[in-house]
């Protein structure tokens, strides 16, 4: 289901295709076992019925829940992959005027590609080439300067432990760009919420299109969350994804602290 709702038209195939397929159920039912039949079974379904949606709703929530936290996990961990790009560059100020331009050439080089090349290749669950030669180049670069002096020794130490923990976040990041719910997860939320739907379509209604209208606020609401999950499964692929804004704004910090130099 995820790779169908990777977008916002997949996503409303989905609902559009599940809420019409509850009401042809409804409507084949209401036609081969009229609801007077039924009514003789509702002390039976009620109860059931609430057992069901009550369980459903308690797995449907925790996967809502715990796919969020995983999606703002992911925001955060790239965020702070960029402060750590920033603060490289920050430090390389106090860097021997000889080395400290190429690593902060590196950290800018490094933002650019990020949001040209890195993002678009995560969506298709790969890494930029690109990017791994950059941090490369930095793990290089930063061992192999020698300070002049106490001042220049605490800014290379501190830009090496910048370095280590960006590269860590680099590392989780592309690790998160892989992970999703399992299929067993999925049959498990898929199949239950047929289940749900199917048992209110059972009850004996007198009025029919009061009950239609119930099957199909609960057919809908149930999908909307199902394509909800689906769409924030991956942090990294489909219209609801995570933006690389940090590094964006790690190129507005380049440009600010070059100006205030100048």
Not at 5 to 30: C, D, K, P, Y
């Amino acid at each position: 289901m995820h790779g169908f709702a990777e977008s916002i038209e997949g996503g409303f195939v989905i609902v559009a295709s599940s809420t019409a397929l509850a009401m042809s159920m409804l409507l084949l039912l209401h036609k081969f076992w009229p609801p007077q039949l039924r009514m003789a079974h509702n002390d039976m379904v009620g109860p059931s019925l609430g057992v069901i949606g009550t369980t459903y709703a308690v797995i449907i929530a925790f996967m809502l829940s715990g796919v969020w936290s995983q999606f703002q996990t992911a925001e955060v961990n790239a965020e702070q992959e960029a402060n750590c790009l920033v603060n490289i560059y920050r430090f390389a100020e106090s860097f021997p005027p000889a080395e400290g331009p190429k690593v902060q050439q590196l950290a800018v080089e490094y933002s650019k590609v990020m949001i040209s090349d890195e993002w678009q290749a995560m969506e298709h669950e790969a890494s930029s080439e690109h990017a791994h030669t950059l941090m490369r180049a930095l793990w290089r670069a930063l061992p192999s300067i020698d300070g002049q002096n106490i001042a220049q020794h605490t800014a290379v130490d501190h830009a090496i432990t910048e370095l280590s923990s960006m590269t860590e976040h680099r590392r989780i990041r592309l690790l998160e760009s892989h992970q999703k719910l399992p299929g067993i997860l999925w049959s498990v939320l898929i199949i239950g919420g047929i289940i749900t739907v199917g048992s209110t379509c059972l009850f004996g209604v007198e009025n029919f299109s009061l009950h239609l209208v119930q099957v199909f606020a609960i057919t809908l609401l149930l999908s909307v969350m199902l394509v909800a999950i689906a769409e924030i499964d991956q942090p990294f692929q489909g219209d609801v994804r995570v933006a690389p804004d940090g590094f964006r704004y790690a190129l507005d910090s380049f440009d600010k602290w070059s100006g205030e130099k100048k």
